[in-house]
């Protein structure tokens, strides 16, 4: 039985480096389209509210501090989410393409994996990406550190899971006549209410809002950004931000899961 098992474990291990390697190839040929589709409203939010309107007088010019890592929230959460959803509602379409991948010898947990570890590579890529460009917009930021990498990298993968979960239960569980409405519904009211555009602290002043936003995953990425990149300004605790997100990953992975299986068997 255990010889059995290690034979298989290569089997499998390289069936799934052979999905990940196809869809990396399809990734990096649509670059370009899909840089311009999740980077291009928070780079123009920063050029608006983070370069015009300091510069007008309208906002202060610390509002750049507690723009930047809410922009990269975003940016992480919309690429990560579309990088998933879309492809399954395409997959599971009409001409059903995932079947190819359905009838490798491997679980359809691991083809779902696999579509989540897309995910969260190209949510890190668009995080990559918006980073630099956005502090070239917004000019030097003095609250702003680079010294807690470690922070900044391990709620960049927690916050890349969450959404690519999401997106996979999102493309599964809804239509795709329905899809559209899905990012005005659900994906925009999101952005708005996450904290990433104003400190979650902030929010003391109306205090309802302050705890029904906490049911918002992009709530606890955009704080965590926050406690990594400028910590000097008020947050909320990394405990309370890695907390959340792992129950927010363990409860998008089982809806997640449960919807593809439901799908890939009917």
């Known amino acids: 039985m255990h010889t059995t098992d290690a034979a298989q474990r290569p089997g499998t291990v390289r069936i799934f480096g ?3 390697l196809r869809d990396m190839f399809v990734a990096r040929r649509e670059l370009p389209y899909f840089l311009l589709r999740t980077t291009l ?3 123009m939010f920063v050029v608006v509210f983070g370069y015009l309107l300091p510069r007008m007088g309208f906002v202060g010019r610390g509002y750049g501090a507690a723009l930047l890592p809410g ?3 975003v940016s992480l959460a919309f690429a990560s989410v579309q990088a998933v ?5 395409q997959d599971f379409g009409f001409t059903r393409e995932i079947e190819d991948r359905l009838l490798a010898p491997i679980s359809v947990r691991l083809v779902a994996a696999e579509k989540i570890v897309i995910g969260v590579m190209q949510g890190l890529v668009a995080a990559l990406v918006v980073l630099p460009v956005a502090r070239l917009i917004m000019g030097p930021i003095a609250a ?3 010294a807690h ?3 900044v990298l391990s709620v960049t993968l927690l916050g890349a899971t969450a959404f690519s979960l999401m997106g996979l239960y999102m493309g599964t569980a809804i239509r795709p006549e329905q899809i559209g409405l899905m990012f005005s519904v659900i994906v925009a009211p999101m952005i708005f209410f996450g904290c990433a555009y104003y400190p979650w602290q902030g929010l ?3 205090p309802v809002m302050k705890y029904a936003v906490l049911v918002n995953p992009l709530v606890y990425v955009s704080e965590g950004m926050r406690a990594a990149l400028t910590p000097a300004l008020p947050h909320m605790s990394l405990a309370g ?3 959340a997100l792992l129950v927010m990953v363990a409860v998008f992975w089982r809806l997640g899961i449960r919807s593809f299986e439901r799908r890939a068997i009917g």
């Open 41 to 43: 409203q928070p780079v």
């Open 144 to 146: 702003l550190t680079g």
């Open 149 to 151: 990498f470690t922070i």
């Open 85 to 89: 959803a879309l492809p399954m509602v």
């Open 71 to 73: 922009v990269l929230a």
């Open 241 to 243: 931000v890695g907390g």
């Open 204 to 206: 003391s002043a109306v």
């Open 18 to 20: 052979a999905l990940l």
